[in-house]
Each structure stands twice: as C-alpha cells, then as structure tokens.
C-alpha cells in the first residue's frame, strides 16, 4: 500500500512538472512569434460605444483616430455592447477577458471530457494540456489580442448544440440565433439546422435572430437603418479581401488578381464547398455525431465568408479535437488509420500556429500564393478529410421492430435445469429469482 501511494506522489510530481515545462514553452513561443494588437478591436467597440451614446455621433460614422476601421456589426451587438460608455477602459478589459476566457475554458471541458473519460485519462492534467494546445492556436491568441467576440459566438453555437438542440427541448436553436444577431457569420448554423432537418431548432434560431434585430430596430431605428443600407454592404470598411489575414476562399481568388478579383470564381467555389459541406453535414447527422457537424460547419464558414480574418478561425478548433478524438478512439479504424489521423492531425494544426502566411505578405505569385492561403488550404482539406462516427445504436428496441413477445422470453424451465444441476435447488431458485423475475 505504502509503495503505491508513493508511487502515485511519485507520477502526479511527474504529471506537475510536463505541465509547468508544457505551459512554460507555450509562453515562450507566443513570446516570440505572437503580435500585441493592444486590444485593438476592443478599441473600436469602446470607441464606438462613448461617440454613439455620449458623442452625439452616428454609429456607423465611428472611425478609431488615425485608423479607417469603425464598428461594422449589427445594431443589437452594440446594444449588448453599450454598458462599455459607462465603465473605464480597463474595466472593459478586464470584463472582455474574464468573459472570453470563462467560455474558452468551458468549452475546452466539454470538447475533452468524453475523450478523456474514455481513455482514463487525468482530467487535470489532460485540461491543462489542452489549454497550452489552445493558447498556441493563432486564432484563438489573436482573438483574445484583439479583443474580438468570435469565442464567446463559437460557445453560444456549442452550448446550443451540445445542450439545447436536443429530444424534447424546446429552445434548441436560441444560442445560433443570438450569435447570428450579434453577427451574422454563425448563420451559417441555422443553415446547417435546415441542411439536418432539425426544422424546429431552425425555425427557433430564425425566430430569435429576428426578435433581437426587431428589439434593435426598435431602440436605435437609425443605426438599424443605417447597417441594413449602407455599413453591411460597403466592404471598404473592414479593409482589403486580399489582405493576407484573410483566409477565405474570397481570400484566395483575390490574391489571385488583387486589383479586380473574379467573382464569378468565387461564387463556384462556394457553390462548390456548401454541396460537399450539406452531403457530409447530413451524413454526419444521420450517423448520430454532432460534433462532426460542428466541425465541418464551423470549417465551411470560414470559407464561404468573404471576410475570415485568421483571429475568425477559432471556428475551426472543434476539427482539430475531432481529429485528436479518433485518433485516440481503439474502436474506430485500424492502428494504421489512427496513427496516420493523429500525424495529420498534428501537422495541420502546427500549420494554424506557424504564422506562416505572414511570411508571404505581399508575395502572391509562386511559392509566395501556396503560403499566403496555408490556413485556407487546411481548411479545404479538412472539410473533404474530417472523420464521421458512426454512433452506437440505442437501447431498447429499434423503431419499426416488433415488441419481444412471451415467446422470445428465456426458457426459465431451462435454466433452473442447468442451474440445479450445479448448484442446491433452493440457492439455485434463488439464483433465478434474482436474475430473470418470474412472470
């Protein structure tokens, strides 16, 4: 006994110091390799905030001193915003972190507690691990740089999902529906509600959506009229589509020809990835895995948005813990397949935290047009290359099957025969009893 608890000490000593060697290289690298945006867009809502409410201003003519970037989302994301023109600068900090690292942290529970309880995994330990893997991920460090939104919209789709688009629970779809009115990216989801057939989450999604913009429209009609014209269709306000940050299939067709991108191009190849996102979306439903579909909608996204500046690829995590997921997973492949899932999982995900596009700013021609769109390519890939679970049956009988009859019940004559003749009549009765109730 005494050996084995000094053995257990011995392994948690072990456990402590990979993570604090783990977390410390972690901080080392982003260190060295990540960009302090100074909370930049964090600015530009706060800004925003004080000139729209205590400037007198219009929202939408907002522009951040000596920038030419304003506020472009909905009108109800800032009046969720608007507590901001009342607090200072670094309450609104601290509030935007605590918030977006709350969410972060929750969700990096939900996406490892099922591989982690299946492979008997320490908790702590496996979650301390993870949060160094997340914090290494470009997108996720540059959100939380930049002070933008897009975790705490990834957590309203996950939590949505994962707990509330679920048999018998009728407010399915309020978590994509308030992430699509604070910005209308995640609407994809409701998309991927109809594309599954999940007509009820969908129609609450729509309706919730709806609600929250009718409620802007209500308070601020201006603002609202203004977005809806004007600031939602005019590009120029968010900067250049073949900014090198903008890893998207947009991204990629505009790098092509900078000055006059061909759209016709752009509109085949998103044509072309929402048709293989829908058939593998709703094959991924059919086989009972949502987190599947998650990920996929999350990847396609991305690439059919025309803006997906590289903090917007958080939406891509749930891939990358899907691929660690099967590669762990003994009933799923041969040893093959898994290890060759875990290398690739690996290898793309190294490519999410390189930077490497950043080397080929401004170099779109050769070698320079391969890496200015790496994050996009994964992407690509991912959508054709993601795993889909086949999901274990339920108990109880299949639908469309026969109830058991009393004669498909086990012969209870039978057993008390082979029972008795090893065992005393009365233990053996007793044996039965409690095994098989008698009818």
Partial sequence: MLTAVRAGRRSTVVKVLVVLAFLGAVWEFLALTADRHGYFDLRVYDGAMNYWLHGGGQLYDYLLPKTEYGFTYPTFAALLMAPMAFLSWHVTIAISLSMTLAVTFVMIYWFIAPIVRRQGWSMWFSFAIAVGLFAAFEPLHE???????????????VADLF???LPGRRLGGIGIGLATAIKLTPGIFIVYLLVTR????AAVASATAGAATWLAATVAPDASRTFWTDALWNTDRVGSTAFVSNQSL??????????????????????????????????AIRAGDEMAGLALTGIVGCLVSPITWIHHLVWALPAFVLLVDHASDRSWGSKRERRNTLI????????????????????????????????????IILLFTLPIRVAAPA???????????????????????KVTAAFDAKDAEQLVGSVIPRR
Wanted: glycine share 6%; proline share 5%.
């Fill in 250 to 283: 947009m991204g990629i067709v505009s790098r092509l020809n900078p000055t006059e991108p061909n759209k016709l191009l752009w509109l085949a190849l998103v044509l072309g990835v929402l048709v293989v996102w829908a058939i593998r979306a709703r094959r």
């Fill in 395 to 417: 108990a109880g009988p299949v639908e469309g099957t026969a109830e058991p009859t009393d004669e498909d019940a086990p012969d209870l004559a039978e057993i008390d025969r």
């Fill in 163 to 165: 707990l509330l688009i």
């Fill in 344 to 379: 690739f999982a690996i290898i793309t995900f190294g490519i999410l935290c390189s930077r490497l596009p950043w080397a080929f700013h401004n170099r779109f021609h050769d070698f320079g047009l391969l890496g200015s769109n790496a994050y996009v390519l994964v992407l």
């Fill in 198 to 201: 999940r007509w009820r989450a």
């Fill in 143 to 157: 959100t939380v740089s930049f002070g933008q939104v897009n975790l705490l919209l990834l957590f309203l789709a």
